[in-house]
């Protein structure tokens, strides 16, 4: 259920008509993994994300029904929808570890989850110093933490129909955009070279040698 209601989300996120008529159209903003409504209170959906271990989450949706978190974080052929919950990394980053200790390992807690498609307006919406490939294509570039979990397979967007030029552009194009952005702007911040090196200019001494050449000519004559 929550892999076919994920299909119906990613054609209304991508703007891909249905093949059938919906008696209820996805929400508009934020839509809810089980249920595909915008705005409900009860849709809110927590993840706990241990440091080893399978993630789990709890809503209040009526419609929410248990899937197996890591079968349907991979897909397959006859799911190929992969919209889970998932932590957002920039609201909740990982902390650092302790002074004198090399590794950090946080009792995990619950924290509000974004549904995977949902990752990008997520991104475009509260963290707008950030690249969203296909979206906002200024900023900073994404961890690769956050850059993995909204990311769709080829399979996921063929699946629904996305024109393939326009499908989701992949981690190494955005790196590359970044690069290109950084060295534009350091570019701007060259100096011109000179026109011309003091290197290629005659020096003082060789004007005088051929000056003495000069006079030394004119005498013999």
């Known amino acids: 259920m929550c892999s076919h209601i994920g299909k119906h989300i990613l054609c209304a996120s991508s703007n891909v008509p249905e093949e059938v008529v919906l008696k209820e159209q996805v929400g508009d903003m934020m839509p809810c993994g089980f249920c595909g409504r915008s705005g409900i209170p009860e849709c809110t959906i927590t993840i706990k994300v241990p440091v080893n271990g399978t993630p789990t989450w709890d809503?209040?949706?009526?419609?929410?029904?248990?899937?197996?978190?890591?079968?349907?974080?991979?897909?397959?052929?006859?799911?190929?929808?992969?919209?889970?919950?998932?932590?957002?990394?920039?609201?909740?980053?990982?902390?650092?570890?302790e002074p004198g200790k090399t590794s950090q390992k946080p009792q995990a807690i619950a924290v509000e989850a974004v549904w995977r498609y949902n990752m990008p307006n997520h991104v475009v919406h509260l963290?707008?110093?950030?690249?969203?490939?296909g979206r906002r294509e200024g900023g900073v570039m994404l961890p690769p933490a956050v850059w993995k979990a909204m990311k769709l397979t080829d399979l996921e967007q063929s699946v629904v129909r996305i024109l393939k030029d326009r499908w989701q552009s992949s981690f190494a194009a955005a790196s590359e955009l970044d690069k290109e952005n950084m060295q534009a702007s350091g570019s701007r911040g060259a100096k011109r070279p000179a026109l011309e090196s003091s290197g290629s200019l005659p020096s003082k001494h060789a004007r005088t040698s051929v000056s003495r050449l000069q006079t030394a000519l004119t005498s013999l004559n």
């Open 59 to 97: 809503t209040k949706c009526m419609f929410q029904h248990k899937f197996k978190y890591g079968f349907a974080d991979s897909g397959s052929k006859n799911q190929p929808c992969r919209n889970i919950p998932v932590k957002c990394d920039l609201c909740h980053p990982a902390l650092p570890p």
């Open 127 to 133: 963290h707008k110093e950030y690249i969203v490939p």
